[in-house]
């Protein structure tokens, strides 16, 4: 059984910075792929951003070149660094880790707002 636990969301002004952390326990971190979605009111959850076990990395068009994903196998954790945000980017932010199966935490609030 996978443990995962988002942390790092709030409230920022528009054009600032916030960084997501997901750390995970209970399985061998390093061979999962890890993702960030995100689900914003009354829409569906969507892909945000994406690293594989070796490191390969892909994003949505919206986020690409604000949004970072990283990952720490040492601390178990992965990462989303958020730059220049928008209000559209409001939304309750999910960490994934999919092998054979999906896990998924209990999700991280965002609110981008001035």
């Known amino acids: 059984q996978v443990q995962l636990v988002e942390s790092g969301g709030g409230l920022v002004q528009p054009g600032g910075s916030l960084k997501l952390s997901c750390a995970a326990s209970?399985?061998?971190?390093?061979?999962?792929?890890m993702a960030w979605y995100r689900q914003a009111p009354g829409k569906q959850r969507e892909s945000v951003a994406r690293?594989?076990?070796?490191?390969?990395?892909n994003y949505a068009d919206s986020v690409k070149g604000r949004f970072t994903i990283s990952r720490d196998n040492a601390k178990n954790t992965v990462y989303l660094q958020m730059n220049s945000l928008k209000p559209e980017d409001t939304a309750v932010y999910y960490c994934?880790?999919?092998?054979?199966?999906?896990?998924w935490g209990q999700g991280t609030q965002v609110t981008v707002s001035s």
């Open positions: 994934n880790a999919k092998r054979q199966y999906d896990y």
């Open positions: 209970g399985t061998i971190f390093s061979l999962y792929v």
């Open positions: 690293i594989t076990s070796g490191g390969s990395t």
